[in-house]
């Protein structure tokens, strides 16, 4: 008897194949379950779908190892830099991140949809932001590879929902960041540090400006914090603001785009080289290639030199924006 599956069903079972972790395959099988037409030419089925939730089931009682939930929080950085999303539970991190990059990851009302780091690739003016979007801090768990996906990252972006006390989560992010030993540092110079401690630029983010008083919350965070972070408020949902934050991330990264070119040709402003703030001619010339720093006897610059094409050494700062000759 044919099984006559639904669209549904099929639509369940592909979200099934493509779940990666145990909760996601339940969700996906659940669904299964629920639509499946309840008839003779199910029957089988419906009792492999019964003792595969069983299974699954009995996975997730069992702990899973420690190599296994760290290895999700192992995103690989790709592009300019790698910011990651911290926040509490439905703060707005996964529909900043389906706003902001081509990624998916699940928006809902409910607390704790986020279960794993996923990242995307935002796009600003010529540069690719890679943006990890996480599970919620919760204050009572951390999951094992949680710390270091944050220690490793560029900067971070704190999100806070201005609709709930926004100084009171900031405060609590700032205090489980403390426990992972991580220093955030905004405006100003970087703290001294105990050994163990890292420190990372951090900007702070506050959602739901759209909705009733919530700019007269934002008052209030600002005045808290905006001496020591730079902050702004932004409508993930309403996509307002979202320009000026896309500027504000690139300002933490501490990064700067300088463009080389030949002599006697123009240059490629489409692909920047990126480098950390303070840099010279010499680590361009290392960028482009490791001979290039040994053989380099001058460099052109146009943009911050005094004047258009000037002849500088290599221990020359280079700034935003440069475009740089190099001579072997
Ligand atoms: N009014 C308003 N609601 C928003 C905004 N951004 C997100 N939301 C809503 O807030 C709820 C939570 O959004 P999510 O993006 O899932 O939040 P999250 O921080 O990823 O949540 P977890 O994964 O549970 O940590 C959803 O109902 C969103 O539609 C916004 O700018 N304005
Ligand atoms: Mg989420």
């Known amino acids: 008897m044919p099984a006559n599956l639904t669209p549904q069903y099929l639509d369940a079972e592909l979200k099934f194949k493509q779940a990666k972790t145990t909760p996601e395959k339940i969700k996906a099988l659940e669904v299964m379950m629920a639509v499946i037409p309840k008839h003779k030419g199910t029957e089988r089925l419906r009792g492999q779908l019964k003792s595969r939730m069983a299974k699954l089931k009995e996975d997730l009682q069992k702990r899973p190892t ?3 939930a760290e290895q999700a929080y192992n995103i690989k950085r790709e592009g300019a830099a790698q910011v990651v999303l911290l926040g509490l539970p439905n703060s707005g991190k996964s529909t900043l991140l389906s ?12 607390p704790y949809t986020t279960q794993r780091p996923i990242p995307g690739m935002m796009t600003f003016e010529n540069l690719q932001i890679q943006l990890v979007d996480t599970p919620p801090i919760q204050s009572d768990h951390i999951e094992p590879g949680f710390p270091n996906l944050l ?13 709930e006390d926004p100084v009171f989560q900031m405060e609590i992010l700032l205090q489980e960041l403390n426990k992972m030993k991580i220093k955030t540092a905004g405006k100003g110079s970087v703290p001294s540090l105990d050994v163990g401690t890292v420190s990372l630029r951090a900007l702070l ?42 500027k504000e991330i690139y300002q933490i990264l501490n990064i700067l785009r300088v463009y ?3 002599p006697g040709k123009e240059p490629d402003l489409t692909e920047p080289v990126i480098l950390k703030k303070g840099s010279t001619v010499g680590d361009v010339a290392l960028s482009v290639h490791k001979d290039f720093v ?8 146009w943009g911050s030199g005094k004047f258009e094409g000037q002849m500088v050494k290599r221990d ?11 001579h072997i």
């Open 66 to 68: 420690v190599g296994k």
């Open 99 to 110: 706003q902001v990059t081509h990624a998916l990851s699940e928006v809902a009302d409910y």
């Open 151 to 163: 220690r490793n990252a560029d900067g971070l972006l704190l999100l806070v929902d201005l609709t």
């Open 205 to 246: 983010v506050g959602n739901k400006c759209e909705v009733r008083n919530a700019m007269e919350a934002y008052r209030r965070f600002e005045n808290h914090f905006r001496d020591s972070f730079p902050i702004l408020p932004i409508s993930a949902q309403g996509g307002m603001n979202l320009d000026e934050l896309r």
């Open 260 to 262: 080389t070119k030949t």
């Open 294 to 301: 040994a053989k380099l006897r001058y460099a052109k610059v």
């Open 316 to 326: 020359y700062p280079i700034n935003e924006g440069d475009v740089i000759e190099l």
